[in-house]
Structures are given as structure tokens and as C-alpha cells.
């Protein structure tokens, strides 16, 4: 069954901080591995995507790393923000087009003063 | 980076009312668009893929008759939830894309309250 697990659930750390959210999926064939922000009643807004051939991938203080061989991704948060409180949904997409995009159930990152 | 724009943010209606949801795709013609639904803590599931100029395909329980897509331009679908209940209300979300090979773009959502 594709899935896309990922962890912790929720994560309170302190501003200016740094920190690390997993996903694991399973799904197969594997397109690419997308990582969303979602503020509080806001659509999701696109991080990184990487395909297979990429191992890691930068966007600003955000760093999407990729392992397609134990199907692993993180989502590495540098010098945290207050800003960066939301939720962060890892979203693998396999064959077939956009309506196989499997979204994980997301990590609610909480970042305090 | 390319905007997707739903419309309204929120709505407030009333049990056994109708109630539309616009989503446009503001600098990119996109022949597919996709609706999700949300509810609190949980992901998107998705409902169902609007298909520009034919007939939505909707996932396996979501009821066909009570959530009517309309996708008449490259540049908008419309969702519309018929006879809402209580139990309608919910975060939904559409996305869209230019083709296939370029990331989803979502809207910032429509938070729909039956009352």
C-alpha cells in the first residue's frame, strides 16, 4: 500500500534553533518527493521537490534531503523563525500523473520566543 | 512563482443550502486542477481531479452528486457542494499545475462552517 508516514507529529522548539522532520514512504514507482508549508488555514506552499536522482536540495534556510534507496527524506529547518511555526507535509508522487500524489499527515512545527 | 486563487476564503451557510468554491489559476492555463478536503489535523484527501471540457473523476467515496465540478476554462473549476450539512464542513483546497512535470501549485483554501 503507498504510504508516506512521517515524524515527529508535533515539534516545539525554541527560535533560533535547528531542526529535523523525517518522512518515509513507500510508495512505488516513485516520480519525486515534494515538502509543503502550511500556515493555519492556508493552502500548502511548495518547499523543495526533488527527484530520484537528487540527494539534496536547499531552498533558503530549508534543506530537503533524499535517500531513494531506503525511501527516506528530511527536512532540515536552520536557525529557526517564528515565522517557521506551521505544518510541514511531506507528498510523494508516484506513476500516473498528479492524482497519485500521496500526502503525508504532516509534522506541526511549533518555534517559541 | 505561479498563483492559484480560490475564492471565497470562507463561508458561512446554512444546512441544505448550496454553496460554491471558484479556484483560477491566475498566470497559467491549467487543463487539470485538482480538489482536496481537509479536516482539522488530519492531511488533504483528495476528492476529486477536474478535467478542463469533460467530466471530473472523483475518488472512490466521494459522492458525484453532491460535490458538481465545473471546469469550463483553462483557468477556472469551480466546486460546488449541494444541500450542505454539518457534517460538509471542512477546509477545502484545490491545487493546480501547468503540465505534469511542474510542481502543484495550491489555492489558500475555502473554509466552508454549515450551520
Known amino acids: 500500500k503507498n504510504q508516506v508516514e512521517q515524524s515527529p507529529q508535533s515539534l516545539i522548539i525554541l527560535e533560533g534553533k535547528n531542526c529535523t522532520l523525517q518522512?518515509?514512504?513507500?510508495?512505488?514507482?516513485?516520480?519525486?518527493l515534494r515538502w509543503y508549508k502550511q500556515d493555519t488555514g492556508r493552502g500548502p506552499v511548495s518547499l523543495t521537490i526533488?527527484?530520484?536522482?537528487?540527494n539534496t536540495k536547499s531552498n533558503g534556510r530549508y534543506t530537503a534531503t533524499l535517500d531513494a534507496d531506503t525511501k527516506q527524506s528530511s527536512l532540515h529547518i536552520t536557525a529557526s523563525q517564528l515565522s517557521d511555526s506551521a505544518s510541514y507535509i511531506c507528498?510523494?508522487?508516484?506513476?500516473?500523473?498528479?492524482?497519485?500524489?500521496?500526502f503525508g499527515a504532516g509534522t506541526r512545527l511549533a518555534v517559541h520566543p | 512563482g505561479a498563483v492559484v486563487s480560490q475564492h471565497p476564503s470562507w463561508v458561512i451557510c446554512k444546512s441544505g443550502t448550496s454553496v460554491k468554491i471558484e479556484c483560477r489559476s491566475l498566470?497559467?492555463?491549467?487543463?487539470?486542477m485538482f480538489w482536496y478536503r481537509q479536516f482539522p489535523k488530519q492531511s488533504l484527501m483528495l476528492m476529486a481531479t477536474?478535467?478542463?471540457?469533460?467530466?471530473?473523476?472523483?475518488e472512490q467515496g466521494v459522492e458525484k452528486d453532491k460535490f458538481l465540478i465545473n471546469h469550463a476554462s483553462l483557468t477556472l473549476s469551480t466546486l460546488t457542494v449541494t444541500s450542505a450539512h454539518p457534517e460538509d464542513s471542512s477546509f477545502y483546497i484545490c491545487?493546480?499545475?501547468?503540465?505534469?512535470?511542474?510542481?502543484?501549485?495550491f489555492g489558500q483554501g475555502t473554509r466552508l462552517t454549515v450551520v
Open positions: 477536474s478535467n478542463e471540457g469533460s467530466k471530473a473523476t472523483y
Open positions: 507528498v510523494v508522487m508516484g506513476s500516473g500523473g498528479y492524482n497519485k500524489l500521496i
Open positions: 518522512c518515509n514512504y513507500t510508495v512505488s514507482p516513485f516520480s519525486n
Open positions: 491545487s493546480a499545475s501547468p503540465d505534469s512535470l511542474t510542481e502543484a501549485f
Open positions: 498566470d497559467f492555463q491549467a487543463t487539470t
Open positions: 526533488m527527484t530520484f536522482s537528487e
